[in-house]
Nanobody
């Protein structure tokens, strides 16, 4: 079984940048597709980005395109989320999730069987 842990969250001003990391242990991360999700207070969990096991395919939510970049370093068992041009509405708890098999429902939380505990990102105006 794979275990996931996020790091890199914090407090930044609007227009700033952060890089989140999702670090896996227990199993090689190269065998899993990975997604990033976020949840703001009072709102449902929202899809952010997805990357295939090889790193050859990526998907982004519309509001994140051009601002966020997902990447992976399989020898380090790590997936990154580079976040630029941050806005106050990006404030949320960001979580990574892994799936060994996935079809075309990469945007659904139920498609992922393994989750980290999340890291808080706060963007001030």
């Amino acid at each position: 079984q794979v275990q996931l842990a996020e790091s890199g969250g914090g407090l930044v001003q609007a227009g700033g940048s952060l890089r989140l990391a999702c670090i896996a242990s227990g199993r090689p991360l190269s065998t899993y597709a990975v997604g990033w999700f976020r949840q703001a207070p009072g709102k449902a969990r929202e899809f952010v980005a997805h990357i295939s096991g090889s790193g050859g395919t990526t998907y982004y939510a519309d509001s994140m395109k051009g601002r966020f970049t997902i990447s992976r370093d399989n020898p380090k068992n790590t997936v990154y989320l580079q976040m630029n041009s941050l806005r106050p509405e990006d404030t949320a708890v960001y979580s990574c999730a892994a799936a060994q098999y996935i079809f075309m429902t990469y945007y659904l939380p139920a498609s992922y069987g393994y989750w980290g505990q999340g890291t808080q990102v706060t963007v001030s105006s």
